[in-house]
């Protein structure tokens, strides 16, 4: 687990720290993923030199699907971040290769546009993502940052030990 002192001031920073420690406690490994301003706590974890965990950067949130792909073949429990509009783009991955093939993943997603007062390249994704992922039959849960453990043990239950890919959708920053 994370040392209390690891953890930045501020109640975006305890709900990453809350959501880092749960994934880690059952038993995630490795993290990959396209940094989020929404997700920067988050980030800023995974960074630190003390974090329990492995964080792999990826340049594309489709690299990050690819390499987490290959940690999890390789019996790895990796967890993918990035925000939706990445989700989008990498919908191409998730349809031919991770959900044909049963190489399911736990993503983390933030959810960019979904209030309408974001930067207008995120009205339409944020409008359409949930309905986006039940399209592809890929279940989703809302992490509710007043307890984030229990929008964690939800996501993973969906995830089911990777019999299902799953997304947790991070839509106030932590």
């Not at 340049?59 to 999890?72: I, K």
């Not at 993943?105 to 309408?116: E, T, Y």
């Amino acid at each position: 687990m994370l040392p209390e002192s690891s953890s930045a001031a501020g109640s975006g920073s305890k709900v990453a720290e809350s959501v880092l420690n749960a994934l880690v406690k059952r038993g995630h490994s490795h993290f990959t993923g396209v940094p989020c301003s929404l997700l920067k706590g988050l980030f800023r974890l995974l960074e630190d030199p003390g974090c329990p965990a492995a964080y792999i950067p990826a340049p594309r949130e489709d690299s990050a699907l690819g390499v987490a792909s290959g940690l999890a073949l390789a019996g790895a429990r990796p967890v993918a971040l990035m925000q939706n509009s990445g989700l989008g783009y990498s919908l191409n991955v998730l349809t031919s290769f991770n959900l044909i093939y049963d190489v399911h993943l736990p993503i983390i997603v933030s959810w960019r546009g979904h209030d309408g007062n974001d930067a207008v390249e995120h009205d339409v994704i944020g409008r359409e993502l949930t309905r986006l992922l039940d399209v592809f039959g890929i279940p989703w849960t809302v992490l509710d940052n007043a307890r984030p453990e229990d929008g964690v043990e939800a996501f993973l239950k969906q995830y089911d030990s990777g019999r299902s890919t799953a997304v947790l959708i991070v839509r106030e920053g932590i």
